[in-house]
């Protein structure tokens, strides 16, 4: 039962017990102050631990408690709003691990984007490269189609020209021909 309230035996339990009911780890009655400040303590501690999800834990608890005395003790001095963040129950040593852990997978993070957006950027660049090359060889393939179309049109109206003087050459040849055999017969 203890472990499953976040103690590690039950001798923390039951210390964690007599804290509340105003008895001291070494079996002095705690004075009011003290158990009232604890009480505010370890309900802040409560509502904390519900905040962000985490497990009851007197070791942490420890931490928290100091560090929120720590924290309501700023907040009278300077006069500004004291408010809980999830490194409550951190010690200087654990923040500046987990900050800086935090600031290093940022760091990943966004170095990592950087290598996707360059990565999609030369994706970019080389497919319109492609479709640049697509296109050209399209185009070029057009004009040499039209080229080809052009030769064929000019090669069938040569043919055309060519069998017409063809056919008027033989005409021609054959009229001179009879003209010279009927030249012999009739006088002009």
């Not at 070494?26 to 409560?46: L, Q, T």
């Not at 608890?61 to 809980?84: H, R």
């Not at 185009?139 to 017409?164: F, G, L, P, Y």
Request: with cysteine; hydrophobic share 40%; net charge negative.
């Amino acid at each position: 039962m203890a472990e499953k309230l976040g103690f590690e035996n039950i001798k923390e339990m039951e210390s964690a017990i007599d804290n509340m009911q105003g008895i001291s780890d070494e079996g002095v009655e705690i004075e009011n102050d003290e158990m009232a400040r604890e009480a505010r303590v370890r309900s802040a501690y409560m509502d904390w631990i519900k905040e962000y999800g985490k497990e009851p834990d007197e070791k942490r608890f420890k931490v928290f408690y100091d560090n929120f005395l720590t924290m309501e003790k700023f907040a009278e001095e300077s006069g500004k709003e004291m408010s809980l963040n999830q490194y409550a129950d951190c010690t200087e040593a654990e923040y500046k691990a987990s900050v800086e852990a935090e600031s290093k997978k940022a760091a990943e993070i966004k170095q990592a984007g950087a290598e996707a957006a360059k990565k999609a950027a030369d994706e970019k660049r080389t497919a319109d490269e492609e479709a640049r090359a697509k296109a050209k060889a399209a185009e070029e393939a057009e004009i040499k189609a039209a080229k080809a179309k052009k030769e064929k049109e000019v090669a069938a109206k040569r043919a055309e020209a060519t069998s017409k003087f063809v056919v008027c050459w033989y005409l021609f040849s054959f009229v001179c021909k009879n003209f010279s055999s009927y030249h012999l017969f009739f006088r002009l």
